[in-house]
Nanobody, 127 residues
């Protein structure tokens, strides 16, 4: 088991940057593929980015590709989401999910694929 804990959210102006962290407060991320999802008010949870267990494969939603970067350092038991060129449409609660990875290069883009979730961190982008 693992317990993800998100941090790093906040209020930023359009065009600004934030770096979200997802740390494993219990367990270790080394055996898990990790993904970031977000949920805006009145909307469902939307896929943002995912990274494989080995950290060598990542994928992004079209809406964030080229602006966001997901990375991981298992020695620090942390996965990051670097968010640049933020837009008002990026405003949401961001959640980190973890799934025990059967393989080192698999990633997962569907909410139901993940077994463990954090409580989320609020990101607000103002115009």
């Amino acid at each position: 088991q693992v317990q993800p804990v998100e941090s790093g959210g906040g209020l930023v102006q359009t065009g600004g940057s934030l770096r979200l962290s997802c740390a494993a407060s219990r367990g270790a991320f080394g055996d898990f593929a990790v993904g970031w999802f977000r949920q805006a008010p009145g909307k469902g949870r939307e896929f943002v980015a995912a990274i494989s267990r080995a950290g060598n494969v990542a994928t992004y939603a079209d809406s964030v590709r080229g602006r966001f970067t997901i990375s991981r350092d298992d020695s620090e038991n942390t996965v990051w989401l670097q968010m640049n060129s933020l837009k008002t449409g990026d405003t949401a609660v961001y959640y980190c999910g973890a799934r025990l990875g059967p393989g080192y290069t698999e990633y997962f883009i569907t909410y139901s694929d993940y077994d463990y979730w954090g409580q989320g961190t609020q990101v607000t982008v103002s115009s």
